[in-house]
Nanobody, 124 residues
């Protein structure tokens, strides 16, 4: 089973910066897409930024120019650099990944997993 572990959340003042990390572990054969979503209080979970097939990136309009997604493919790790944070960025940030994992039998199984989330709080 693939496991995603996030780190790097915390409390920061408006205008500050944070960097989130997400490490995927398990018998991963390949990752098709990996990125970050968030759920603010009283709102639905939304895409923040992600890598898709071919290394393309998608960003939410509200974070473009302030947030940067990057990755270390050798470590199955994705990062989210967040600058010029605003109170509206306060949310639980979740890592998501989908791809293929190799089973004990040698066959491949698709995975589509979420991390537990890390809290980001931006004070005004």
């Amino acid at each position: 089973q693939v496991r995603l572990v996030e780190s790097g959340g915390g409390l920061v003042q408006t205008g500050g910066s944070l960097r989130l990390s997400c490490v995927a572990s398990g018998n991963i054969f390949s990752i098709i897409a990996m990125g970050w979503y968030r759920r603010a209080p009283g709102k639905q979970r939304e895409l923040v930024a992600r890598f898709t097939g071919g290394g393309s990136t998608n960003y939410a309009g509200s974070v473009e120019g302030r947030f940067t997604i990057s990755a270390d493919n050798a470590k199955n790790t994705v990062y989210l650099g967040m600058n010029t944070l605003e109170p509206e960025d306060t949310a639980v940030y979740y890592c998501h990944a989908e791809g293929w994992e190799r089973m004990i039998t040698g066959s491949l199984r698709a995975f589509n997993d979420w991390g537990q989330g890390t809290q980001v709080t931006v004070s005004s």
